[in-house]
């Protein structure tokens, strides 16, 4: 399941659901309207295999990796964001739930970034790799 932030645009939410990306958004499918950040990862650890998606920049913390969740970071222009989603979920590295749960991700047009749980060292990924 992926879930959107709700300080994504709807614009992109819709760009998503076009290119057959079916998120979910707080407040919209999710949660409430106005959720803080520490009521939205007790919300994803109930949800099943959730990917969170924000520009919450608070959402890329080492100490938030958990096995039931996926937390991504997308350090990009606001009008980016269904772009470099896709990009990320059709990287090698990310297809799929079980590579994904337990990151921490940050996504920039400079590669991806990871902290993995139970891992010391991040990781980093280029583009094309």
Known sequence: MIVLDENVFESQWAQLRQQRIRP????????????????IIPLLRNLRHPTFVSRDRNFFDRTLCNDRVCLVFLDVW????????RHFLRYAH????????????????SGIT???????????YRWGD
Request: hydrophobic fraction near 35%.
């Open 24 to 39: 979910c958004q707080i407040g919209r499918d999710v949660g409430r309207k106005g959720m803080k950040d520490d009521e």
């Open 78 to 85: 606001p009008l980016e964001v269904a772009e470099y989603t």
């Open 94 to 109: 990310f297809k799929t739930w079980s590579q994904r749960k337990g990151c921490v991700v940050r996504v920039a047009a």
């Open 114 to 124: 990871v902290w993995r749980a139970r891992t010391p060292r991040i990781s980093r």
